[in-house]
């Protein structure tokens, strides 16, 4: 009868004393032959379970080490001892499953690193840190399904496999099952996808935002919510190989609605996380004041973790067009000492360190570029009047650059079909896309939200291989 155990998250706040428990879980640590701090993952702090001298023989006692599993059946009791409200007193333990010391990964004298415990990824759930992220996670997930569905939007599954190329920049994974010693090729010698599994070329999708596309145009209000792959070979502590991304899509909506949406979305999503995961926030946020104090003074941040997310919360993202960005940045301090790597101009992708100049130097909070130079964005968003801008929108946030992407979409059949033959997008592959121009078109709009990239945010953690259970990044896919 496994099931009638309580979880120890439910039994720390337990208000009645008395009656007896079952509890089970992992050990973190085992005192004086006689206490046991145990741990089932349903929260950082542990229950202490109490086997009084003489309950236990020898040998039991000497399994009873860090990762074993018990099953423990006692008496919740108020505790005695300091740091803990209530306690188990223990009428019988039983080994689950043993954890030899002398091999168990996290059995480490020092604080295990986080590039340690990268290695380590498939055992690391059970540290306090990835405890509180995965918690967080979940969270931020669950978050979001309820903002959409409570706006009523509908939740549309766009395929992973797919053979367009949504952003149109050929970062794709190819799907085959073409073998590689005899590829088939045709009479020019390139490859023959006619003879592929599904008679076609075939990628991992980048973006599930062009089959969104299609369930606006029907259902009004759709997202999703899904995997996605990039083979950019970006090595840095903001890129994947394998993201999650949500991509709300809406009928009706022009890139002010749009802006309006993300704002109160992310708004939304960290206040959820902050109400319903207090406490690992607040381990969090220790954790990341702990590393800050290794910092020189000029590198820790202004806030903690708490306090920036309450900022966040309170008060409104500054807007700006991406003109007024490159004023900025050209009128700044830091470009006059000539103090940024990439030059900067009207037309330049922003970069990385430009776009943290921007929230975290200048405007201090999370900031809405809009009107970007058509040039630099992809062929679906909206050309504005001036000829040289798209109706696009970025959200910067502090410590992280870039989090989401949007835009109002061009729903102009002709425009739209112009600007994929300059950016040499296959007008003839994506006909069912333009079939949307073709029939009923509407103003619409949408953007994509790196769930990583807000998962790292919230939790304060500073590399998103950190954030996710396994992370796939350029020579590496371990688990
Ligand atoms: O700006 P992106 O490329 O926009 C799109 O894919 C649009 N189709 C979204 C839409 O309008 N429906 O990506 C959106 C967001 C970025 O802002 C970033 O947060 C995240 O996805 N992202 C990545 N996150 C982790 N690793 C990567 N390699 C990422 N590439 C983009
Ligand atoms: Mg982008």
């Known amino acids: 009868m496994f099931n009638s155990r309580t979880k120890i998250k439910a039994l720390l706040s337990s208000e009645q004393t008395g009656q007896e428990v079952t ?10 032959n006689q206490f046991i701090a145990l741990n089932d993952g349903s929260t950082n702090n542990n229950i202490q379970v109490v086997a009084e001298l003489g309950l236990l023989d020898d040998a039991t006692l000497k399994r009873i080490t860090p990762g074993a599993s018990l099953k423990v059946v006692g008496q919740l009791i108020e505790s005695l ?20 010391p002398e091999k168990y990964p996290l059995q480490l004298k020092n604080r295990p690193t986080l590039e340690y415990l990268r290695e380590k990824a498939h055992l690391r759930f059970r540290t306090n840190t990835f405890g509180a992220v995965f918690r967080v996670r979940h969270s931020l997930a669950f978050a979001v399904h309820k903002f959409f569905n409570d706006k009523g939007f509908v939740y549309l599954h766009t395929p992973i496999i797919t053979s367009s190329d949504a952003e149109g920049a050929g970062e794709m994974f190819r799907v085959t099952t073409l073998p590689f010693d005899k590829t088939p090729r045709k009479e020019d010698g390139t490859v023959d996808f006619a003879e592929d599994f599904f008679g076609k070329s075939t990628n991992l999708t980048v973006s599930g935002q062009l089959e969104g596309e299609l369930g606006a145009m029907a259902f009004s209000d759709i997202y999703t919510f899904g995997p996605t792959f990039r083979a950019e070979n970006s090595n840095t502590t903001r890129h994947l190989a394998e993201f999650w991304m949500i991509e709300p899509e809406m009928a009706f909506y022009d890139i002010e609605d749009n802006m309006n949406l993300a704002e109160e979305f992310i708004k939304y999503i960290i206040k959820h996380a902050i109400e319903h995961n207090a406490d690992d926030i ?37 807007r700006i067009t991406y003109t007024e960005a490159v004023d900025i940045l050209l009128q700044s301090p830091a470009y006059k000492k000539k103090k940024f790597e990439y030059d900067v101009s009207w037309g330049i992708d922003l970069q990385s360190e430009h776009e943290r100049y921007l929230v975290e130097k200048h ?12 040039a630099i964005k992809a062929f679906y968003m909206r050309q504005n009047d001036d000829g040289k801008t798209v109706a696009a929108m970025d959200i910067l946030a502090p410590g992280i650059g870039e989090i989401v992407g949007g835009s109002q979409r061009e729903e102009r059949l002709e425009k739209l079909e112009e600007r994929m033959r300059e950016m040499h997008i296959p007008v003839e592959d994506l006909d069912w896309y333009l079939d949307t121009r073709r029939f009923g078109a509407v103003p619409h709009a949408g953007f994509g939200l790196g769930f990583e990239r807000m998962v790292l945010f919230v939790t304060g953690m500073t590399n998103i291989r950190d954030v996710i259970a396994f992370a796939r990044t350029p020579n590496n896919c371990e688990f």
């Open 81 to 100: 001892g300091k740091g803990q409200k209530v306690e188990v007193k223990a009428k019988n333990i039983e080994i689950l499953g043993d954890c030899d």
């Open 282 to 318: 607040a381990f969090l946020a220790q954790r990341l004041a702990d590393e800050e104090k290794q910092l020189p003074q000029d590198k820790r941040s202004e806030f903690g973790l708490v306090e920036k997310l309450e900022f966040v919360l309170n008060n409104p993202f500054e």
């Open 363 to 374: 405007f201090k909070k999370p900031v809405i570029v809009t009107g970007y130079p058509k």
């Open 23 to 32: 509890v089970m879980g992992w050990v973190r640590s085992f005192r004086n």
